[in-house]
Antibody, heavy 119, light 106 residues
Framework: EVQLVESGGGLVQPGRSLKLSCAAS????????MAWVRQAPKKGLEWVAT????????YYPDSVKGRFTISRDNAKSSLYLQMNSLKSEDTATYYC????????????WGQGVMVTVSS | EIVLTQSPTTMAASPGEKVTLTCRAS?????MHWYQQRSGTSPKLWIY???KLASGVPNRFSGSGSGTSYSLTINSMETEDAATYYC?????????FGGGTKLELK
């Protein structure tokens, strides 16, 4: 059974940093692109970052480019999201997700972790 | 950036009613994907590559479309189908989601 379990969320002040982790199990982690998707309270979904199988290629939307860094450790079957210079608009539930295929969809999602950016 | 516009934003359907949700893209995409999200839970992949049902999705659901116009159809609404549905394109970066359609039971 595929499982994605996020951790590392919490309350952080604007301008500070936070690192999220995602522990994957039930599949060969190194064979899949992975991603982070977020959802602000009562809002829709927003793609945040994607990383290739080896970690050599990463992709971000303009809203987080230069502030967020996605990385992975295939030996530990773990995905990370380093978030710097956090803003109030980064407040959201962050989901770890597996890219399902070449069509660019997410076939498995974690339960999500809440990040609140507030003074 | 490809903007996805879903309509309607909210709708209510009676059990047994046929339901169609639409998603329009600002530029042509190769495929459209759909997710179901029930209140307080994570999104679930529902339809991928325009018309393929994800594992466990009832066959009363179907997906269709091409280019800039896509749709998700429920042949006969059931209680458990009440949820928010999001479309998403992964054809070009940045990957984008539609704003969602909240489907309620009438």
């Amino acid at each position: 059974e595929v499982q994605l379990v996020e951790s590392g969320g919490g309350l952080v002040q604007p301008g500070r940093s936070l690192k999220l982790s995602c522990a994957a199990s039930g599949f060969t982690f190194s064979n899949y692109y992975m991603a982070w998707v977020r959802q602000a309270p009562k809002k829709g979904l927003e793609w945040v970052a994607t990383i290739s199988t080896s970690g050599s290629r990463t992709y971000y939307p303009d809203s987080v480019k230069g502030r967020f860094t996605i990385s992975r450790d295939n030996a530990k079957s773990s995905l990370y999201l380093q978030m710097n210079s956090l803003k109030s608009e980064d407040t959201a539930t962050y989901y770890c997700a597996r890219r399902g295929g070449y069509g660019g969809y997410f076939d498995y999602w974690g339960q999500g972790v809440m990040v609140t950016v507030s003074s | 950036e490809i903007v996805l516009t879903q309509s309607p934003t909210t709708m209510a359907a009676s059990p047994g009613e046929k339901v169609t949700l639409t998603c329009r893209a600002s530029s042509s995409v190769s495929y459209m994907h759909w997710y179901q999200q029930r209140s307080g839970t994570s999104p679930k992949l529902w339809i991928y590559e325009t018309s393929k049902l994800a594992s466990g999705v009832p066959n009363r659901f179907s997906g269709s479309g091409s280019g800039t116009s896509y749709s998700l159809t429920i042949n006969s609404m059931e209680t458990e189908d009440a949820a928010t549905y999001y479309c998403q394109q992964g054809s070009s970066y940045p990957w984008t989601f539609g704003g969602g359609t909240k489907l309620e039971l009438k």
